[in-house]
């Protein structure tokens, strides 16, 4: 089973950013997916979540920013950043758990994508 984050780079404050992560191996239904940055020096924080019924969760940091969403024919999750931040700058890495759709943020994830690095700077 295999996570694979593309879409990440340099990009303004104010700006947006579209970040796939394609799923090879397990059928998104059966899931709970989120994304999960890593900003330099801090721990990864999960800011979006979403079930296997596509109902999404998020942080306080990115809620009316962020848009969590999934294609469930093409296994692909995304992340639909708008409103960019300085303070959003990190490597978003796409997660997932074998839940049977359930998903809360007390889920802890075994699978991880490789990461893709979002710059947020002027």
């Known amino acids: 089973v295999q996570l694979v984050e593309s879409g990440g780079g340099p990009v303004q404050p104010g700006g947006s950013l579209r970040l796939p992560c394609a799923a090879f191996?397990?059928?998104?239904?059966?899931?709970?997916l989120g994304w999960v940055p890593q900003a330099p020096g801090k721990e990864r924080e999960k800011v979006a979540i979403?079930?296997?019924?596509?109902?999404?969760s998020y942080s306080d940091s990115v809620k009316g920013r962020f848009t969590i969403s999934k294609d469930n024919a093409k296994n692909t999750l995304y992340l639909q950043m708008n409103s960019l931040k300085p303070e959003d700058t990190a490597i978003y890495y796409c997660?997932?758990?074998?839940?049977?759709?359930?998903?809360?943020?007390?889920?802890?994830?075994?699978?991880w994508g490789q990461g893709t690095q979002v710059t947020v700077s002027s």
């Open positions: 979403i079930d296997g019924e596509r109902n999404p």
């Open positions: 997660a997932a758990e074998r839940t049977g759709g359930y998903c809360d943020t007390r889920v802890e994830y075994n699978y």
């Open positions: 191996g397990f059928h998104l239904r059966s899931l709970c």
